[in-house]
């Protein structure tokens, strides 16, 4: 069992930045391929980046080069940098945790871009 709790979200003006964090409860933190999920008003749930237990990490298209997942193994952390941010990153984001039979999600944190 993994239980993830999200922080970090907020208000935030275009072209600034905010560093989501999620932390996850459990021992089995370090065997998870982790990652990150938005969900815009209106819209189905789409991916992020991801970060996999040996620190491989791939993102989407739409916010290369702008966003950064990262890991923290020895204290069960998860993160994202999220630079350069667009009206169109609004969204809940949500921190997610994969392993061969189970799938954990948090409950989201806001992040609204907008001036």
């Known amino acids: 069992q993994v239980q993830l709790v999200e922080s970090g979200g907020g208000l935030v003006q275009p072209g600034g930045s905010l560093r989501l964090s999620c932390a996850a409860s459990?021992?089995?933190?370090?065997?998870?391929?982790m990652g990150w999920y938005r969900q815009a008003p209106g819209k189905q749930r789409e991916f992020v980046a991801l970060i996999t237990t040996d620190g491989g990490t791939a993102v989407a298209n739409s916010v290369k080069g702008r966003f950064t997942i990262s890991r923290d193994n020895a204290n069960n952390m998860l993160y994202l940098q999220m630079n350069t941010l667009k009206p169109e990153d609004t969204a809940v984001y949500y921190c997610n945790a994969q392993l061969p039979k189970s799938n954990y999600w948090g409950q989201g944190t806001q992040v609204t871009v907008s001036s």
């Open positions: 459990g021992s089995i933190f370090s065997s998870c391929i």
